[in-house]
C-alpha cells in the first residue's frame, strides 16, 4: 500500500513496526509531544526534558521513546513535504493503526501553524549543513613591482566559515582569501542561486 506522506510510496518497515508505540501515549500528550517534535522542525527550541518526561509518564522506555520520536517525525516532515490533506492524513494513519483521538491529535498540532511548517520544510530541504559563524579579516595587498613596490594594490578578506556537518554531524571550519571583487562577484551569485532555490515548488 503506498502513503502520500510517504511520497507516494510505500511506508518504511520500521515505521509499521514501531508506530503501535505512539498507541502507550494519550492523546492530550501526544499532541503536546508532536508541538515539540514541530518546534525542532521549525529550527524552534524544544524541551528536551518535557519531551522525556511525557514519555515516561506514558510508560515508555528509553527504546520506546526513540521510537515514538522518531515516528512523529517522519510523519509529520513526510506529511507536510508532501502536502498532504488533513483528511487524507488522518487516513493514513489511521489506516497504520493509530486511534482516531491519537491521530487528531498530531492533525491539530500540525494545524496550529501550517504555513510555518510549510517554510520551514521549503527551508531546509536542500540544506545539507548549517552555518554555525561567520569571522572575517580584511587585509591589504601590497604591490610587488619597482613602480608599485610597498604601495597597497588591493584588498583581501580572510574568510573562515564554521557550519554543522550535516552528513558526518559534526562541526567544521572552512577558511579562505579572496579579493574584494571577487566577493562581490560571488555574493551576487549566491543571491541569484537563492531566488532560483525561493523559486522551486519544494
Not at 151 to 180: C, H, N, P, W
Request: aromatic share 4%; glycine share 8%.
Amino acid at each position: 500500500m503506498r502513503f502520500k506522506f510517504c511520497g507516494n510510496h510505500e511506508c518504511p518497515e520500521w515505521i509499521l513496526s514501531e508506530i503501535v508505540v505512539l498507541t502507550k501515549i494519550s492523546a492530550i500528550r501526544l499532541r503536546v509531544l508532536a508541538g515539540q517534535i514541530i518546534a525542532k522542525i521549525k529550527g524552534l527550541p524544544y524541551d528536551l526534558a518535557k519531551i522525556e518526561k511525557l514519555c515516561l509518564d506514558s510508560g515508555l522506555t528509553p527504546a520506546e521513546t526513540h521510537s515514538a520520536l522518531a515516528v512523529l517525525e517522519f510523519v509529520i516532515r513526510g506529511a507536510n513535504k508532501h502536502r498532504v490533506e488533513e483528511a487524507e492524513l488522518m487516513k493514513e494513519i489511521e489506516q497504520l493503526g493509530l486511534p482516531h483521538e491519537n491521530t487528531e491529535s498530531i492533525i491539530k498540532a500540525m494545524g496550529k501553524d501550517r504555513e510555518g511548517l510549510i517554510a520551514a520544510t521549503k527551508n531546509s530541504a536542500l540544506r545539507i549543513s548549517r552555518p554555525i559563524g561567520i569571522d572575517y579579516l580584511i587585509g591589504f595587498i601590497a604591490g610587488s613591482g619597482q613602480q608599485k613596490k610597498g604601495a597597497i594594490v588591493g584588498t583581501e578578506i580572510k574568510l573562515k566559515i564554521s557550519y554543522q556537518d550535516g552528513v558526518e554531524k559534526m562541526q567544521k571550519d572552512t577558511e579562505f582569501a579572496i579579493e574584494r571583487e571577487d566577493l562581490s562577484q560571488l555574493i551576487s551569485d549566491l543571491k541569484k542561486c537563492e531566488d532560483m532555490i525561493n523559486s522551486l515548488e519544494i
